[in-house]
């Protein structure tokens, strides 16, 4: 007899890889406008990708700090 072990089951390589968020996704994420992410674009406060020219695209794990530093700000200034 042989020792058959069911094989792991494989996932799909873009579920590994982290997928690019739009500018609407991000700002749902960051919890303002769409405008503001603009914003935050053109006065490049924001960690943010540009694709095939004037697309804006947004990577999760990159954001992930920024909100909890624009969290941060936010509570300081309402403490004030």
Known sequence: MTNSQPSPVMKPA???????LRVRDAAIFLGVSPQTVYLWVERKQIPHLRVMGRNIRFLKSELEPFRAQFKQE???WQDQ
Request: glycine residues 0%.
């Open 14 to 20: 873009f579920a590994r890889e982290e997928l690019p």
């Open 74 to 76: 936010v509570e300081n």
